[in-house]
């Protein structure tokens, strides 16, 4: 298992938060059995109410976190409301934990589609018949509204709905916590300063 303290070695001045984010979810990825891209997700609602789910990220960059999801939902909408969100990464196995916080934009059409057509021909025809966080009056209403799109797009290509897209968290902070003994936790909060990040060594 990889070693669970962070050291000052791992926070040099030249240190960058997107790639320590890519070696910690890497070493999810060989440690965490089940879907080491699960995050919480953020929002708020149209009264300030904090509103918070599992999500999978689909992509990271320089640019942001990426996720998808039907813009209609509640989490859709409330963040089409604010354009703004949170994630939070908790890696049990690891014992790891990191949180981003930003502005949301859409991701392009081209990058939507590309996503679509990778996902499964099931996960597709999915996307088409559930009308995400609505009320469904039966498990028989959803199976027959698979049905129907699944006969509608028995041939060829499924094309992406256009209420079917994807969000990117541009961070304006990203927080990397690790567990110590006696809850004498390592966190080092990032915050972006114009073409860098400013690094701060926080108590636990």
């Known amino acids: 298992m990889p070693e669970s303290r962070l050291t000052d070695g791992d926070f040099t001045e030249s240190a960058q938060p997107y790639a320590l984010f890519a070696q910690w979810l890497e070493d999810a ?3 965490e059995p089940n879907d080491p891209n699960a995050t919480a997700l953020a929002t708020v609602d149209p009264d300030g109410l904090p509103n918070v789910r599992m999500v999978l990220l689909k992509g990271f960059d320089q640019q942001g976190f990426v996720f998808y999801t039907n813009y209609d939902s509640t989490k859709g909408q409330e963040i089409l409301a604010s354009m703004k969100a949170a994630m939070c990464f908790h890696w049990k196995s690891l014992r790891r934990q990191v949180r ?3 502005p949301v934009e859409r991701v392009t059409d081209a990058e939507a589609d590309s996503y679509f057509a990778s996902r499964p021909r099931g996960s597709r025809i999915g996307a088409w018949a559930s009308a995400q966080s609505r009320p469904l009056e039966s498990r028989f209403a959803l199976e027959k509204a698979v049905a129907e799109y699944t006969a509608r797009y028995a041939i060829g290509e499924i ?3 256009a ?4 969000f990117r968290i541009r961070p304006v902070q990203l927080e990397f916590w690790h567990d110590r003994p006696f809850r004498l936790h390592d966190r080092v909060k990032f915050d972006a300063e114009g073409e860098g990040w400013k690094k701060t060594r926080l108590y636990p």
Not at 163 to 166: D, L, R, V
């Open 163 to 166: 209420h079917w897209s994807g």
């Open 159 to 161: 094309p992406r709905p």
């Open 29 to 31: 990825t060989q440690s």
């Open 100 to 102: 981003v916080r930003g």
